[in-house]
Every structure is written in structure tokens, then in C-alpha cells.
């Protein structure tokens, strides 16, 4: 080999290490920058003519292990942010000065105290005391919780603004990475900065990435909608629900038009709120609801067949459940909709409710299907019973022609009116229960109107010789009403005892007016008259008499407050009572409080694992840099020997000419 060969050998070797040495000092500067990939000089033997070169500078990075990275941070905020909330909830709900649990022992222990002495009006003045405090609770608790909710719709807000920043980014770091892989150049840096900003989008959504091959990247959200595809960004916006303003949904802005998306998009801090908001926000309100409208009918309709201080009938202890305000707020039309329908909820049976809302869709204008939300039910007029008007639960009645429909279903009645008729498409929401605890409300303030007394009385004749009992209970609220209806007996009543030849027992009822009815007597069955239950124990005897009247002047009598102190204990609220169902919510959220601690803290530890092998693949290793370092230096002094040896020959060569 010549003189010059040797020499140009020398030269193409200190080039190409001197590149190589550059690439390994570009690493050794950026072993603290966060999401740098590890760059790898790629020497090439030139073909034919010797020497070397370098061919490429490789970007060390696993494309497959970045996109598992994202997916599982998109996981991971999802199961935090899900977490959060539900902790927050859960010491909002446990709490002992939010709990309605406490409230209530206050509100049954101020009614104990006026058990035990009824004529005592600050006894009854404590209790209507704790009863506000305990409406106040529910008041506050239920307007605490929807904080909550107005808490997601600003940091929804704040995500989509972030995303859309990002998204912005990742289109200008597309732009450039296009130019300079046309160009020729490598863009690791620019690559680099992109996966960064692919990793940061993950935190707030879940996407799915496809690489052009312009170098560019598309990112997919949803079930497919475009986010980011080269220079062009479809905007996400927030947007009211359909049918309730107060929650703010997902949508995107694709050629200008708007479409929700929020059922479709998952993972990330917006997956992880929209998910509590579903899964606990909402059923926690519907709960509450449920148990508000529970207690306050119960008691309503207990406190309503009692006799108050004045010995007048009892009214209304807290609001009542189907006022024209909470009839109207329980039905929600979409915005949408083509028709203009106006409608109502009334609640029938509040032991048949269920803590869920309901959608109605109309599938043309004399069809309709009714879904369950909590366990996706689904009713049709095939799985209905037409009935005019409905009575029962799994009735219904629709007239197309002027656009009315009614239709009863766990324990209440939808009525709507379309104006002038229903239209393909239409949809409403029908929340039974949900705004019950804020529309909760005390309607007596007067200690003299606490009806703690019972209206009818029963009186022992002196003479009797059996061992009867009689008692007599109030089975209806509107007893006063009804009680008096003409040809019904009416109290006064004689109630005595006869016997036939055979010796078998009958009792005699005798009003007033005459009137008489009589039948065999059966031990503990009823006797039920107009709105009141006459029930005989024990064994009378022939003879035996005894007088049911009213209550006159039975200020110091209790029993009505004895049975509204006993429905604290009464399984009224799908088998549980007011204050163990309370117990199974808040167990309910403290458990999936745990259930997104354990997936938040699984997803970051597989997060960190895969982080740390993208590190162990990608990151730079000084021990590594340091002996390439070292290799490449002593090859550039290796090639300058070269080269100066090329140089000497070369003089040889002339000196001998």
C-alpha cells in the first residue's frame, strides 16, 4: 500500500473516531437530562476502496417498552386521581361532624327524651331542635359531596387545556422530526423530546400512537378520534352534559364540529374522574337521596296518624316527598331533543326505590326503551303491562297522538307530556332520588304541633273478668279524614263478647249510631275498620266490654312517638335501616377508596419497573461512557500515528528522489 493509501487510511479513522468520540461526550453531558436516549456511533468498513466511516448514529430506545411505559402511567393517574377523591369522600362521609349517622343518634335520642315525658315542651322543643340539625346534616353533607363534583368539572377543564398544549407540541416536534429526516439528518434529540411529550399526555389520557413514515407520529384517543396526525390538532373542549348542566363531559372539535366523547375516553387524571364521578360520586348522591326520601316519608306518614298537643291531627314533619319542586327535579329533558316535554316523578312506594337514575329513549313516537343505570335494566311496552292509568310497578299508558305517557316502575311514576308529541331520538333522565337530601326540610317549628300522641284510646270496663287486651293502631295517615265515613263505624265504639250454644267466642263492635259488626274472635288478628286497627290478646270472657274513643285531652299519652322512635330500628331501606344503610355507603366508598389504592400502587410498581428498564436500555451508563471513551480516544491517537507514519514515508520517498 502506498504512501498515500496509508494516509488516507489514517485520516478516515481519526474522522471517524473523532465522531465517535463526540457521540460518547453528547452522552456522558446528558446523563441527567430527563427522557435522553443513549446515542451509539455505527462504524462502517468501506466497500472496495478500505478504510472506514461512520454509517449512522443509532438513538438507543425500545419503541415497544415507551408505549408500554404510557399505558401503564395512563393507568396509574387514572387509579391516583380515582383514589383521591374517594379518600376525600370517604372522610367526608365518616366523619363525625359531617356523618348523618351521628346526626341521627342525636335526632332518636331527642325523641327518647320526649317518649319520656311528652307533656314537657322543651322536650319537644330539643327535638324539633335536633330535627333541623339533623336536615342541616343532610343539607350540608349532600352539598359537600357535590363540591366535589364542581371540583372535577374545573380540573376537567384545566386537563383539556393542558392536553390540548401538549398535543400542540407533539404537532410542532412532528413538523421538525419530517424536515430533518428529509433532510437526512438524525433527529434523536427531537425523537427524544417527543416521547417526552407522549409520556406527559399519558398522565392526563389514554391514547395509542401509529408512526408515518415521514417520522411523524399520530396519536388516537377514544375509540379511534384523531388527536394529533402530523401538523393537524383536534382540539378537546369541555361541554355540558346533554341533560345535566352541573356536569361539564369530553368533547372534540374534528372539522369544526363538536362531538362528546366522554363514554369513550378512559384512562389518565380524565379516565380516573370521569370514573369516580360514575362509579362513586353519583351513587353516593343517589344513596343519600335514597335514605332522605325514606326517612322523611316515614316519619311524615307516621308523625300524620299521631295527635298533637292541641289534639289536633298531625301534619308534616319534614317536607313532603312529591312537592311540585322535587316532582319537577327528578326529570331532565336532553337539550337535543325535538320535542318540548315538560314531566314529573312521583314516588308511590319508597321501599321499591332504587339509588340509580334512569334514561328513557324514544325509538319512534309511540316506542320507547327505559334503562337502569346502576345494573343496565332494560324495559320496552313488550316487557310492560299497558294500564290506564298505571297502578303498579310494570304498568304503563302511551297515547302517540297527543304525546302522554305514564309509567310506574320501582316504586314511582313518570308522567311526561311531549307538547304535542314524542320524536325519534328523544331522551330524558329521571333521578328519583338524587336531589333528596338537599330538598330535605323541617315544616314544623311549633312544639305544641309534635303530634307524639295517639288520636284513638282504648278503656278496660271495671267488670271484665277475661284476660283480654285490647289495642288499637292508626293505619292510615289521613286517619282523621276517613274515619268518619258514612256507614263505617265510627269511634265511640262498645267492643263486647258473646258466645253461641257450642261456646265459641265472637266479638261485637257497636258505634255511636247503632251500628254493629261481628265475627269470631281469632287471637292477635286485626279487626281493621276506616283508617284504624282494633287488635284483642289473651282470653276475654263473655261479658267483657270495652270502649274505643278518641283520645281526648291525651296530651301525656306517647304511643305515636314510641312507634316514630321504633323506625330508627325498622328495616325500611332494602333490608337495612336508616342508619346501617348509611354504614353500607360509606363502607361501600371506603372500600373502593382501597380497591384504587392497591390498582394506584400496582400500576406504579409496574410504572417504575419498566422505567427502570427503559433506563437500563436507553439511559446512560458512565462506567460504559468512560471505557468507550477511552477506546475511541486511543483509536483517534492510533489513526494520528498513523498518519504522521504516512508522513514519513512519504519524506523518505522524496529525499531518495
Known sequence: MSSFGLLNLGTQSLQANQTALSVTGQNISNVNTEGYSRQRPVFQSREGISGVTINDIDRIADAFLSRQIWSDSAGYNSSLTFENFANELDNLMAGEATSISTAMDNYFGALQTAVDDPVSLPNRELFIAQAEALVQRFNDLDANVRRQNDTI????ENTVAAINTISANIAELNDDIRIAQASGSVPSELLDKRDAKLEELSKYISFTTLDQPSGEVSVFIGN??????????????????????????????????????????????VGGMLDYRDDVLNRALDELGRIAVVFADSMNEQHQKGMDFDGNAGGLLFTDINSATARSNRFLSERDNSSTATGGVTINDVSQLQATEYELIFNSDSSFTLIRESDGMRWSQSTLTPTDPPTEDGQFSLDSTTGELSLRIDGFTLDIDANPAFVVGDKFLIRPVRNAASEIDTVISSAQQLALAAPLAVSEH???????????AITDKDFADISTAPGEL??????SFTADASGVLSYVLTDAEGDTTTDLYVAGEP?????????????????????????????????????????????????????????????????????????SQSSKSVLDVNRETRAGISGVNLDEEAAKLVQFQQAYQASAQLIRAAQTIFDTLLQSV
Open 490 to 495: 265510627t269511634p265511640p265504639l262498645e267492643l
Open 462 to 472: 271495671v267488670a271484665n273478668t277475661g284476660t283480654g287486651v285490647v289495642t288499637v
Open 224 to 269: 379511534g378520534q384523531p388527536l394529533v396526525v402530523g401538523l393537524r390538532v383536534s382540539e378537546l373542549t369541555t361541554v355540558l352534559s346533554p341533560a345535566d348542566s352541573s356536569q361539564l363531559n369530553i368533547g372534540i372539535s374534528i372539522n369544526g364540529k363538536v362531538s362528546d366523547i366522554t363514554n369513550q375516553v378512559s384512562g389518565g387524571q
Open 527 to 599: 279487626i281493621s275498620l276506616q283508617g284504624y286497627d282494633i287488635v284483642i290478646r289473651n282470653l276475654p270472657k263473655v261479658g267483657d266490654s270495652f270502649t274505643v274513643d278518641f283520645n281526648t285531652g291525651g296530651v301525656s299519652d306517647n304511643r305515636n312517638s314510641l312507634l316514630m322512635s321504633d323506625l330508627q330500628f325498622s328495616k325500611s331501606i332494602s333490608g337495612a335501616s336508616y342508619q346501617d344503610k348509611y354504614g353500607q355507603v360509606v363502607e361501600r366508598v371506603g372500600t373502593q377508596a382501597a380497591v384504587a389504592q392497591l390498582n
Open 153 to 156: 368539572n374545573g380540573r376537567l
